[in-house]
């Protein structure tokens, strides 16, 4: 059974303190970290550089989630496997050849997937799934987090739904990953619908309404009950 999870997001923590916030997270027990690399390009922003997570790399020992956000995918697959991320999935929308990355992130020993943005039929990406580690469904714009207004769009568990049914058919394990304002409140349902590992930023484990270790205590109580 794939184990259900957290994996809060890099960008949305203090930058200029980022040790210290890996530190903070390790405390709670959390022992991953999704990483969001956006070349500029794929969308107009460009939070954190691969210098900073080939120093992050040194600082701890946490699964590195890393999600790519690029019009030219080649380069980065091989950087951000030379710092040693363990897990990284990228977009296909320009990508030509998609099964040739997977199988080299999965030579270098490392967990492949495919980030599907919301205007992306999930079915036209099935051929992949074999060659798939993990999934990561945006409920979201790829790379638009930082824009005010975005709002989620409502097919993301209807996604969600015939991916597990996928894995269920194929007896494939398929983690099915979650990312864009994912609250507390939404979990419940993702869940339901299929979803493992739920990327955390400002509407969960770093909304200010709760101390960090509150939201923390209160996510993980959905997730070993399956219900808020």
């Not at 894995?167 to 983690?175: D, I, N």
Request: glycine residues 8%.
């Amino acid at each position: 059974m794939i184990t259900k999870r957290i994996s809060p997001s890099l960008i949305c923590m203090d930058l200029c303190n980022l040790e210290k916030e890996i530190r903070s997270l390790e405390a709670l027990g959390c022992d991953m970290l999704h990483i969001d690399i956006i070349d500029g390009i794929y969308s107009p922003d460009m939070p954190l550089g691969i210098s900073t997570v080939k120093q992050l790399r040194k600082c701890t020992d946490m699964t590195f989630d890393a999600h790519l956000m690029a019009a030219n995918n080649a380069p980065y697959v091989d950087l951000l496997l030379e710092c040693g991320v363990d897990r990284l999935c990228f977009h296909t929308e320009f990508e030509p050849r998609p099964s040739i990355l997977l199988r080299k992130i999965r030579a270098a020993g490392k967990a492949a997937g495919i980030a599907i943005s919301p205007e992306t039929p999930t079915e036209s990406l099935r051929y992949l799934f074999p060659l798939c580690d993990f999934l990561l469904f945006m409920r979201i714009d790829a790379g638009y987090a930082h824009l005010p207004g975005q709002s989620v769009y409502p097919q993301t568990e209807e996604k969600l739904k015939y991916a597990a049914d996928y894995r269920k058919a194929q007896g494939q394990s398929l983690e099915i990953e979650v990312d864009g304002r994912v609250g507390a409140e939404d979990i419940s349902g993702l869940l339901k619908a299929g979803a493992d590992t739920f990327v955390s930023g400002s509407a969960g484990l770093f909304d200010p309404a709760r101390t960090r270790e509150q939201n923390w205590a209160y996510i993980n109580s959905i997730l070993n009950n399956g219900e808020a």
